[in-house]
């Protein structure tokens, strides 16, 4: 399954959650978790701050080595 940005980003803004919200949790630039966000990286700290914010699962498609973290 690939990541849908589009969609990702539709939840953050439903909740008021910006790029910078996460980056600031993850330690991580603004770039950084835009190009998670959208599929063309897959940064664990912007994805665990991602799922630490509410972002469901399904929303994400994790690489292999965080699926069945995601409630760690």
Do not use: F, Y
Request: charged share 30%; proline share 4%; with cysteine.
């Amino acid at each position: 399954m690939k990541r849908e940005g589009r969609k990702v980003r539709a939840w953050m803004v439903e909740r008021g959650i910006t790029v910078s919200e996460v980056a600031r949790l993850a330690g991580v630039t603004r770039p950084i978790v835009s190009a998670t966000i959208h599929g063309q990286r897959n940064n664990r700290k912007a994805l665990r701050a991602l799922l630490d914010s509410g972002c469901p699962v399904r929303l994400l498609a994790l690489p292999e080595d965080m699926k069945g973290k995601e409630a760690a």
